[in-house]
C-alpha cells in the first residue's frame, strides 16, 4: 500500500521560498514517477512538476525555472524547492505516486492519471 504524507507548508511573503517534503512508502513498482499537484481555491488541481524512477522530470510552465522537483531515495522522500514564490502559486499542494503510464508532461497534465496521493500541505504566498 503506497502511503504520501507530505510537509513543509507555510505562508511566505512574495519572492520568498519554501521546500515541500513527500515521506513516501510501499512506492515498489519497477516503473513508476512521483510528482506535486496544486489546487488553487475556486480552481481545479494542477500539476505542478513529475519526476519519473530515471529521474527525467517535466514542469508546468508557470513554474519552470522557479521550482526544482528532486527526490532522496535512501530516505524515501520527494522535494519541492520553490524559489521566487508569487501569490499566484497559493494552494494546497499534493503528493502522488503512480506507474509510470506516458509521458511526464502528460502525466503532469492529467491528475486522474494518478491513483495515489498525499492529505496535501497548505502553501500561502502574500
Known amino acids: 500500500q503506497v502511503q504520501l504524507v507530505e510537509s513543509g507548508g507555510g505562508s511566505v511573503q512574495a519572492g520568498g521560498s519554501l521546500r515541500l517534503s513527500c515521506g513516501y512508502s510501499?512506492?515498489?513498482?519497477?516503473?513508476?514517477?512521483m510528482g506535486w499537484f496544486r489546487r488553487a481555491p475556486g480552481k481545479e488541481r494542477e500539476g505542478v512538476s513529475a519526476?519519473?524512477?530515471?529521474?527525467?522530470?517535466s514542469y508546468a510552465l508557470s513554474v519552470k525555472g522557479r521550482f526544482t522537483i528532486s527526490k532522496d531515495n535512501a530516505d524515501n522522500t520527494l522535494y519541492l524547492q520553490m524559489n521566487s514564490l508569487q501569490p499566484e502559486d497559493t494552494g494546497m499542494y499534493f503528493c502522488?505516486?503512480?506507474?509510470?503510464?506516458?509521458?511526464?508532461?502528460?502525466?503532469?497534465?492529467?491528475?486522474?492519471?494518478?491513483?495515489?496521493w498525499g492529505q496535501g500541505t497548505q502553501v500561502t504566498v502574500s
Open positions: 519526476i519519473d524512477s530515471d529521474g527525467r522530470t
Open positions: 510501499g512506492v515498489t513498482f519497477s516503473s513508476w514517477c
Open positions: 502522488a505516486a503512480n506507474h509510470d503510464l506516458t509521458s511526464m508532461a502528460t502525466m503532469l497534465r492529467k491528475p486522474q492519471l494518478w491513483l495515489n
